[in-house]
Structure formats: structure tokens, C-alpha cells
């Protein structure tokens, strides 16, 4: 299930020092000790292609590109990373 919690538009507070240029997705669960089910890598990957045909993103890149964490965890990383591109500003 994908929800929208918020206005694309609406600058919020999910990565210090990037949310007036981000727009943050979540996937909720442990992936640093559990593997995504297949829907969770359904749900990503169309909202990958939603996102992308609405949007000139610059780049696409995870939690732990930005700051020291282990968000999103090993197990999306491994699956998120072939979504990801382009140079995050200032890392």
C-alpha cells in the first residue's frame, strides 16, 4: 500500500540540510534484519514510475546518501539502489 502524507510541494523534514529540495519516501519496516516482500518491490518500484513521470528530479538517492545511518537498511538498499542516479548536492 502506497499513502501520500503530503503535498509534494510541502517542504518537510526528512533529511537535514536537503528538505526544501527533496521530495522523502518511506518504506516501513526493519530492512537492515528483513528482506522486502515482493509487494513492498512492487510498491517501490511504481512509485519510482509514478514519481519520475511527474517530476525532473536531478537525482534520486537513498537515506544513507545523505547523512550517516543505516536507513533504509541492507536488504532495500540492495533492491532501491538500481533506482538511484545522479550526484546528491554538498556529499
Known amino acids: 500500500t502506497i499513502f501520500k502524507c503530503n503535498n509534494p510541494l510541502t517542504v518537510t523534514n526528512q533529511t537535514q540540510g536537503m528538505?526544501?529540495?527533496?521530495?522523502?519516501?518511506?518504506?516501513?519496516?526493519?530492512?537492515?534484519?528483513?528482506?522486502?516482500?515482493?509487494?513492498?518491490?512492487?510498491?517501490?518500484?511504481?512509485?519510482?514510475?509514478?514519481?519520475?513521470?511527474?517530476?525532473?528530479?536531478?537525482f534520486i538517492c537513498l537515506h544513507k546518501d545523505t547523512k550517516a545511518t543505516l536507513c533504509p537498511g541492507k536488504y532495500a538498499e540492495k533492491y532501491l539502489r538500481q533506482f538511484c542516479y545522479g550526484k546528491v548536492p554538498n556529499h
Open 19 to 58: 528538505n526544501t529540495a527533496t521530495i522523502g519516501a518511506v518504506l516501513v519496516g526493519d530492512y537492515e534484519d528483513n528482506e522486502l516482500s515482493e509487494d513492498t518491490k512492487n510498491s517501490a518500484r511504481k512509485l519510482n514510475v509514478y514519481l519520475n513521470m511527474g517530476w525532473d528530479f536531478r
